[in-house]
């Protein structure tokens, strides 16, 4: 599906396309696991060229999914971990099998469940610790939704997922939450009273308007 999709973009200029979702973990652990789409976000729209080229949901069995950046819900880092390769005049960027696990939290249907037994069974990886980092990297998921965002539920779903891979409860707010947002203020100057009165210190210039 990746070569078609680099065969029906045109050679004239460089396109950067993110692979995300499940597709990935098919390439990189487990060629079984099996989706029926491919979830990409690109530098530019590519829905028209894969449109003519039939790579599209309805024209293909398996198909292209062109996706917003914020259907991948990430940590800022997420880039650094991730596999980029050039296949003639695309650059593919797959993310971490950790960054990708960690963005199915905020839906974790069935089949998103089976991603991280399938990660698990296959790696070992993530273990509880990890987990727990990679959560707290994306703290802001567990933050109340917009009224017109999906009912979703990440607490919920990373309680859910805690019995299902390691047969324990977790307390979110206190494993996953408060530390992130503790080590969030430090960094923006707890330390020394908050970033509220760092600032409140700087005097601005002669002349200055604010």
Partial sequence: MLDQLVNALPDDRGWEIIVFGSSPLQ????????????????????????????????????????????????????????????????????????????????????????????????????????LVRALRRVVDIFRPAFDEESASNPTHNT????????????????????PALAERRLAYGGAVGGLKNVLSRIKPSEGARL
């Fill in 27 to 130: 390439l990189g652990i487990d060629s079984h696991f099996l989706s029926g789409d491919v979830d990409v976000i690109s530098n530019d729209d590519i829905a028209e060229h894969c449109q003519r080229a039939g790579l599209l949901k309805g024209q293909a069995k398996i198909y292209v999914e062109p996706c917003a950046s914020a259907a991948f819900t990430v940590s800022p880092e997420w880039f650094v971990r991730a596999f980029r390769c050039g296949r003639r005049h695309v650059t593919f960027t797959f993310p971490h099998p950790i960054d990708i696990l960690v963005s199915k939290i905020k839906r974790l249907e069935e089949k998103d469940l089976q991603a991280f037994r399938l990660v698990r069974e296959k790696t070992g990886h993530p273990d509880e610790e990890e």
């Fill in 159 to 178: 309680q859910i997922l805690w019995r299902e891979l390691f047969c324990s409860d977790i307390d979110v707010r206190a494993t996953i939450i408060a």
